[in-house]
């Protein structure tokens, strides 16, 4: 993809600790292959439609990172609505969003 590109990560689960430290190996490793710079790493665990991500909200304002990479986008919201608005503060923010599973940027 793209060589030295500066990445956020944000990992999330609902309630299992040890989903979370899989994720986030998942991602390192996957930053890695593709000469991704983790600059900051963000977790959360909590679940539904009123969870407010306010560990995600920080890395989409953190101005080091150039893109945030998730294992896929229901690490942002399983509730297509929600992720869509997500996905449109992070393009406003100028970055983009990279998923591990379909290996290439996200659009909605």
Known sequence: MCEGLKVAVYVRNSCDAETLKRQLQEI??????????????????????????????????????????????SSISRIIDVAKKIVSKIYKHNKFLISTECESAITL
């Open 28 to 73: 390192a490793d996957y930053c890695k292959r593709n000469g991704f710079e983790i600059v900051t790493v963000q977790k959360e665990a909590g679940k539904g439609k009123r969870f407010f991500r306010f560990q995600l909200l920080r890395i989409i304002k953190n101005k080091d990172s150039e893109a945030i990479v998730v294992r896929d986008i």
